[in-house]
């Protein structure tokens, strides 16, 4: 007898874990993972949060994965009309209520998303209606072409995941072709130096911009005639790595390793012996930067 | 028989070659027309701007009422700014042409400042008057000078491409008229640079330039700026440190140290101002994978490390995520009002929380005790300056540089029209709109669009 109910009992527990389990798993794969979302998050929990508040009406904006100012505001009127606290944040409690109170169908998101589509997801409307299939250049051969081709570009990228987000998080002032092009002068120049050494080439062209002797823009200062030499010989058009536009991304958001310079330039090449005149402030591998 | 053949085969792969060669010849001689007449372009457009600047200048000399002042004067700014453009796109890196460049961005800045100024209320004093006298002048003898090139290249046929090979080739004796004509006109400027800035009100560039003035302390050897980077690296084991001192080009001291971890070869870079020993910027060199936590976590463990490295009183201001970093910026807040020059930026790693990079450059340059003064004009009045199509979503008191370089009391209104939010600075003393900016929205990646 006591055997035997004992037994039972192991088995109730081993049943009721196993509801449990059950149980957390459904949760897990139909609403958000277990993080705080926060302004400037990226990821499958902010497409998420933006097709639930489309879904009642709040966001309209698109579900592009990236939690930007559009995205903050229609949180804070859920929160606002809701009763919670009203602070931006994706905290347990308010996405419990946000899940409670909207529809989510994951899978079809996540469709649209991979495939380019347009598409809304406001509640009240057949969904199938709420998407405009991607566009594609005339001949369909020509954009399989570009396709394969874009690719192959994006594997050579390096392991950036692109999947989720549609968009990206961009410093202010500047875009993401600035910052493209910058990572394409900061490669051509310093693709052999350390990260530090690629971080100030890329600071050396941000106090070129804020400085009166320079041209305004990235592109007047980057093909300013005779200012880099990768410009001159054409290596700013080899095909820059990762971690040339992580550089570029950590001087833009305020890193300069440089003590603010203007120029720099490598001793064992300079062919200016004016260059040698200017006051220098330090040397980061093999360039030495000057005032 | 063959020895025909042969000669035919001969001649007409002779015509060919030839015929190549000629039009490989055409083909570099076209290129590099076009880049001649490109630099030409770019040479006589400065040369008409300059000519343009000066009567514009000397027309505001003569003028005295505030109607036809003030566009005179934006007319000056933009004539400056094209100017700018032009001297751009001539091959001048290298040769010491930025006096001329600065008066360039002198007269910008004075006319700039005078233009939006409200002349009504407050009109040109005398020692503006003056500058403006002084940049007139200034300004007629680069003409002059610009001209006198300008002469010289078209009489005699000169070409910028010799420019280009007399500055690379870097021949001393080589004659070459065109440099020399700059030389003269670099030096002309350099006369009047030394006298003409004496008056503060114009020196906004010069201050931002006057680096670290606020930091206090005690000069720190370099053994105490070892210990301090390896407080901030948090480095297990015993990683080799190097340290540099500052070069004489910079503004103010400062050590650079990096650590190297013997195993992993990690690297740690810092540089830490001689005085005091405040960090400036600090980059750990690591590979980052694939994110564990969330931005939210993140940005808690930024502000620990703040705190516990002597930064107080900061806000969390933005936040950002980029591939698997955590990018933090907090400003200093004072009693309530947010000081946005102070920005400290904390870069973490999100997968394992570490910190992995820190610059409190700006901090350092604008941090100092502030006085806040007290705000004259109530919330309400300011908000009812804004214009009616903004929908008001969250406001508070800030302190901001505005477009004349003063610190001014603000408040700050976010709000948004349609999908797009906007930040607006309303003055707390004279109600004036100091800002307004649109922010930033996230970017469409274009590979998946296009």
């Not at chain 2, 005295?64 to 001048?92: F, K």
């Not at chain 2, 100024?117 to 040109?124: T, W």
């Not at chain 2, 910026?329 to 009002?337: A, H």
Request: glycine share 8%.
């Amino acid at each position: 007898m006591k055997v035997i109910s004992s037994k039972s009992k192991r088995l109730l527990l081993f049943f009721f874990l196993s509801v449990c389990i059950s149980l957390t798993y459904e949760t897990s794969v139909h609403a958000f993972s277990g993080q705080v979302i926060q302004r400037g998050a990226v990821g499958d929990d902010v497409i998420e949060l933006q097709a639930r508040l489309q879904n009642i009406g709040y966001y309209n904006g698109k579900i592009d994965g990236v939690y930007g100012w559009g995205t903050y505001w229609a949180l804070r009127n859920f929160q606002k009309d809701f009763g919670l606290p009203v602070d931006g944040l994706g905290g347990l409690k308010t996405r419990q209520k946000l899940v409670g109170a909207s529809n989510f169908n994951g899978k079809w998101v996540h469709t649209q998303i991979a495939k380019g589509n347009q598409f809304t997801y406001y509640g009240g409307v057949p969904i199938e209606k709420q998407v405009k299939p991607r566009k594609r250049a005339a001949g369909g051969a020509k954009a399989q072409a570009r396709q394969t081709a874009r690719n192959n570009g994006g594997a050579k990228n390096g392991n950036r995941n692109r999947t989720a987000a549609t968009a990206a998080n961009v410093p202010g002032g500047y875009s993401q072709n600035d910052i493209q092009l910058m990572a394409n002068a900061v490669y051509g120049e310093a693709r052999g130096e350390s990260y530090i050494g690629q971080v100030a080439i890329a600071a050396v062209i941000l106090n070129r911009l804020e400085s009166p002797s320079f041209p305004n823009s990235i592109s007047g200062v980057i093909f300013e005639p005779r200012a880099f030499t990768a410009v001159a010989d054409g290596q700013i058009w080899l095909t820059p790595n990762e971690r040339a536009r992580e550089a570029v991304i950590d001087a833009i958001n305020g890193w300069d390793p440089t003590g603010n310079a203007q120029y720099y330039f490598n001793p064992d090449t300079a062919t200016s012996p004016w260059i040698w005149t200017r006051p220098q402030i330090k040397k980061i591998g093999k360039h030495i930067f000057c005032k | 028989m063959i020895r025909n053949i042969l000669v035919g085969v001969l001649a007409v792969a002779l015509i060919g070659t030839g015929y190549w060669g000629y039009q490989e010849h055409q083909e570099k001689n076209a290129v590099l027309i076009n880049a001649e007449n490109n630099y030409q372009r770019a040479f006589h457009d400065l040369s008409y701007q300059m000519d343009v600047l000066h009567d514009e200048i000397g027309n505001t000399l003569a003028m005295n009422s505030r109607n036809s002042l003030s566009p005179a004067l934006t007319d000056v700014w933009r004539i400056t700014s094209e100017a700018q453009l032009d001297v751009g796109q001539l091959p001048l890196t290298l040769m010491p042409f930025n006096k001329t460049e600065e008066l360039l961005s002198d007269i910008g800045d004075f006319s700039y400042r005078t233009a939006v100024r409200d002349l009504e209320k407050e009109p040109l004093n005398d020692k503006e008057y003056k500058r403006l006298q002084s940049l007139y002048k200034e300004s007629g003898e680069v003409q002059d000078e610009l001209r006198k090139v300008q002469y010289l290249v078209i009489k005699n046929n000169l070409r910028w491409m010799d420019v280009e090979t007399a500055l690379a080739n870097n021949d001393e004796n080589a004659d070459n008229t065109i440099v020399d004509g700059f030389k003269t006109v670099e030096k002309t400027v350099k006369g009047y640079s030394e006298t003409s800035n004496l008056d503060p009100n114009f020196s906004s560039r010069q201050q931002k330039e006057d680096n670290f003035k606020n930091i206090k302390g005690k000069k720190i050897s370099k053994q105490d700026a070892v210990a301090k980077a390896r407080q901030y690296a948090n480095m297990s084991g015993s990683p080799k440190a190097r340290v540099e001192e500052s070069g004489k080009g910079s503004e103010f001291g400062f050590y650079s140290v990096s650590l190297t971890d013997p195993k992993t070869k990690n690297e740690v870079n810092m540089d830490i101002t001689k005085k005091g020993g405040y960090p400036i910027w600090y980059i750990n060199t690591r590979d980052v994978n694939r994110s564990r936590i969330d931005l939210n976590t993140a940005s808690n463990k930024a502000l620990a490390f703040l705190k516990t490295n002597d930064f107080d009183s900061l806000d969390l201001y933005e936040s950002a995520q980029y591939d698997n970093i955590g990018l933090f910026n907090f400003v200093t807040s004072v009693e309530g009002v947010r000081v946005y020059a102070d920005s400290v930026k904390v870069k973490v790693a999100l997968d394992d929380g570490s910190i992995i990079g820190f610059s409190a450059d700006e901090f350092l340059k604008s941090h100092k005790i502030r006085e806040i003064g007290k705000a004259s004009v109530t919330m309400e009045q300011a908000r009812a300056k804004i214009n009616p199509n903004v929908k008001v979503m969250e406001e508070r008191k800030a302190l901001i540089e505005n477009d004349l370089g003063e610190e001014v009391l603000c408040y700050e209104f976010l709000g948004t029209i349609g999908e797009d939010t906007y930040r607006i600075f309303i003055n707390a003393n004279t109600s004036q709109e100091e800002k307004v900016e649109k922010l930033k929205n996230s970017e469409p990646v274009y590979e998946n669009i296009v």
